[in-house]
């Protein structure tokens, strides 16, 4: 149950707010933003659940924007979670790729009529996009134009109940219509890890996203199997799965929904490889100290795929005065705001190993430690876990469709320690 909801942006101040169990003073917010302010800029290190004395918030941060649920009593923490990140998608289906402050202001009605569905009296209700379209339509310049005209007054609110509201497959509307019959299936993994300054695996742990975009005509049902479901250690699914067959023979049946949905999201935490080595030298004396980095591919992905999009992060300590660091390869930047260094590196040369390297200088009087270093990198057409479509069958449609499958490896949390 949750008693409002709060959205944010990245200054805190409040852009929306919707009370679903009466009325929470706007202080919550503040109390919230002041733990916020503690990890700033580093907001993914803020604790999703934060206890206050009478309220529990629980947060998510979605482009750049925070909602923020507040909760009055003993609730599943995660259902908040999925509770808030359905809202963020739907904002994200409506109001297109890029969700910011001005993308809410601009929608403002709709944000909140899409909030008076999505929830009733603290529960979640309506959070399927397709039964979400039959009552509020998306914001688009004709709805706009057509209100103002005809003088209706509905800001593109529907006085009918769509018809998919009270069947048993809410996901999915009747009657959808296609020109061509597609279906894409992306597997993204992000490889969460801690090593440490020997090269030595302290944890990792793979997070995993199927999401599907499904443009097929009629009621299709789909049987997909997978490979390599063997090491997954934990799976949620979209409702549109039959979680019995999944139990039962390791088989993904469902009917899709319309457009693009996350189908599962899984963990593996067992035998996860480390596609690349960040080597650390960081030697700190009175006055200044020095760094040497040097990062490398593992050659664990077959076929020597590429590693991509290479960011590697030197968080230094508040006292930081200056940097002087180069690198022959790539680009190096210096924030003096957040003393923050960033190493980016668009592709792992093969002939040459990348080394950052040079000094910093510090106040004397507060010698720092030595900074946790973090890394991203992406790799295509790879899962480092081995899932991998095998078959995908469309039942009861008899009409010919084309299936696309791209798989993407990328760095998540993953932190060296010098």
């Not at 909602?67 to 289906?93: C, M, N, Q, W």
Request: charged share 20%.
């Amino acid at each position: 149950m949750i008693q409002s909801l709060f959205i944010l942006d990245s200054s805190g101040a409040i852009i929306i707010e919707k009370h679903f169990r009466g009325i929470v003073p706007r202080q919550v917010a503040d109390q919230f933003w002041d733990e916020a302010q503690k990890v700033s800029p580093f907001f993914a290190e803020l604790v999703p659940v934060i206890a206050t004395a009478k309220y529990y918030l629980v947060h998510v941060i979605r482009g750049g924007l925070f909602f923020l649920g507040v909760v009055a009593k003993d609730t599943t923490p995660l259902g908040v979670v999925e509770f808030l990140d359905r809202v963020s998608r739907i904002f994200y289906h409506y109001f297109g790729e890029q969700l910011n402050e001005r993308a809410l202001k601009d929608n403002f009605i709709t944000a909140y009529h899409l909030l008076e569905e999505v929830n009733d009296a603290g529960y979640a209700f309506n959070t399927e996009p397709n039964i979400l379209e039959g009552i509020v339509s998306i914001p688009s310049l004709l709805n706009q134009t057509t209100d103002l005209v005809m003088g209706t007054g509905s800001n593109g609110i529907s006085n009918i109940f769509p018809s998919g509201g009270l069947t048993t497959i809410p996901w999915r509307k009747n009657g959808v219509t296609k020109t061509t019959n597609e279906i894409y299936i992306d597997i993204t993994e992000e490889i969460d890890a801690i090593v440490e300054s020997n090269g030595s695996l302290t944890y990792s742990k793979i997070s995993g996203v199927i999401e599907v975009d499904s443009q097929l005509a009629g009621m299709p049902d789909i049987v997909l199997k997978l490979t390599g479901v063997g090491c997954i250690d934990d799976i949620g699914f979209h409702p549109c799965v039959r979680l019995k067959r999944w139990d039962q023979e390791r088989v993904v049946s469902f009917i899709p929904p319309d457009g693009k949905f996350f189908m599962a999201k899984y963990i593996v935490r067992n035998n996860v490889p480390m596609p690349i080595y960040v080597k650390p030298q960081i030697l700190i004396g009175e006055q200044n100290g020095t760094v040497h980095v040097m990062v490398g591919s593992k050659h664990v992905a077959p076929g020597n795929k590429e590693i991509e999009n290479i960011i590697v992060t030197i968080p230094f300590s508040k006292n930081c005065i200056g940097t002087s660091l180069t690198s022959k390869v790539g680009t190096v930047t210096f924030d003096e705001q957040t003393k923050v260094c960033r190493w980016k590196i668009p592709q792992l040369p093969k002939t040459v190993t990348p080394i950052l390297e040079g000094s910093f200088t510090f106040d004397p009087e507060h010698p720092p430690s030595k900074p946790t270093i973090g890394v991203y990198f992406e790799i295509q057409t790879w899962s480092c876990s081995g899932i991998k479509v095998d078959t995908l069958s469309i039942l009861n449609e008899k009409y010919s469709h084309f299936k696309g499958v791209k798989a993407l490896t990328c760095g998540g949390q993953v932190q060296i320690r010098s």
